[in-house]
């Protein structure tokens, strides 16, 4: 069975007064969400904590951002996966394409934060998408395919998350056709061994396009950022109909 999962990609915004601030307008507002949808907020460090010991009871699941490889070592700037699961995080994006674009994230070291996050018992968001010149030049799937290809060796794909973002429609209000997103995470699907992983679509997603994309029969979720730094947008987007 495959399962719903939104999730909330808060970049770097929010400090920890913010993000509880946060917490306080949104609660209230998925009360009657329905129990099947798995809710996750992926949050910066610092809100880590803070966050976590404010959500007992709650439904929300908390998420990091990025995950090294190692468990522990001279890194400077990075975290490890057992810094994390110690404070509650279950949940762990890798591969952003902002992490591949600015800070030269490979595919050989997205392996290796996947496999890191899952021997933990963190649950991955890998995120795969092409950009603008890569659809234009005809090139979606062979990209896509080579990512997975190589961010999947040794991954178990019992206890992962795939988000389709293509990186085009990221932040620029330019969402993907819900149609075309669901042909894409459909081939995606096809490149998996186990059909049920949930394949989100990112990009753009907003509270006035989210019925059409979770309308889509391929389309398990939804990885959220602008539109999920505000309660209400985030809880519309959540309790989509
Ligand atoms: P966006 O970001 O919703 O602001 O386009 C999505 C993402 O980067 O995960």
Redesign the pocket.
Known sequence: MRRIVIAG?W?MYKTQAEALEFLQGFIPLISETPEDREVVLCVPFTALVSLSQSLHGSRIRLGAQNVHWEKEGAYTGEIAAPMLTEVGVRYVIVG???RRQYFGETDETVNLRLKAAQAAELTPIL?VGETKQQRDAGETESVIFNQLAKDLVDVDQTNLII?Y?PIW????GDTCESVEANRVIGLIRKQLTNPDVPIQY????KPDNIDEIMAQPEIDGA??????LQPASFARIVNFQ
Request: proline share 0%; hydrophobic share 30%.
């Open positions: 990609n970049k952003h394409s902002e995120c988000a973002e429609a990221i932040g620029t990112g990009g753009s997603v990885l959220v950022g602008g539109a999920s």
